[in-house]
Structure formats: C-alpha cells, structure tokens
C-alpha cells in the first residue's frame, strides 16, 4: 500500500548537527496545513540516520527509509516494513509543485538528506 501527499513548498536546511527536507501544504494565509519533515543526522558521534516525520508524529522509529525514488516533481520513499501510523503502508509518494524555488531546495537536500538511498529516477 502507499501513502500519497501534495505539498506546495519544499525547503532544505542544515543546522547545526542535522540536514533537512521539508515538504509543507501552506494555507492561502502562509500558514503550514500538513508537512512531512526528513532528517538526516550528521556529526562524528552520530550514527547517519535518516527520521521521517508527518504533522509533528515521528513515524517507524529510527532510519525506517530503505530507498528512494526521485523523477521530476515525485519522490517515493520505499520503507523498511509497513507503518502503522499510514495504516500500514510500506511507501510514501509525494509530490510537489513544480517551481523553480522547490526544484532549487530538492536539488540541494536531496543528496545530503537522502544520500545512500538514491536508487533510482531522475531529477
């Protein structure tokens, strides 16, 4: 089974001892509606996980991604076992709209969050 989100906006950030991709559905007002945050850690006394998070519910624990797909404005990440908080889904497919500022911040985060699970597609 798979999940499927639209979302609006895609940022990416790094901070201090973490890269993220933010994917965010935005009201007319600018406020967040529904967002789905990846997050990979980095540090020397860090372990490289990637966390996945939806609407503020950390999902399957720790690195629950095993690949991902990437072709034009649709990434589907493959997981590990089926989620119970997506009643069992084993994949997430979002997508995004396609602007030249969301296409910039997926460019940038894509490798440094998502990295090693890059299996297939094309940007």
Do not use: C, W
Not at 9 to 35: C, H, K, P, Q, W
Not at 60 to 77: C, F, Q, R, W, Y
Request: charged share 25%.
């Amino acid at each position: 089974m798979t999940a499927h989100y639209h979302y609006d906006t895609v940022a990416f950030d790094v901070r201090e001892n973490a890269a993220m991709l933010f994917f965010a559905r935005t009201t007319d007002s600018g406020d967040i509606d529904d967002y789905l945050l990846l997050m990979r850690a980095v540090g020397d006394d860090i372990d490289d996980s990637i966390y996945l998070e939806i609407n503020e519910q950390q999902l399957a624990g720790h690195d629950p991604i095993s690949e991902v797909k990437l072709i034009g404005n649709m990434l589907t990440l493959v997981l590990r076992e089926a989620v119970e908080e997506l009643a069992g889904d084993t994949e997430i497919v979002l997508t995004f709209t396609n602007t030249a500022e969301n296409k910039a911040n997926l460019e940038a985060g894509a490798f440094k969050v998502l990295g090693d699970k890059l299996t297939g597609g094309n940007a």
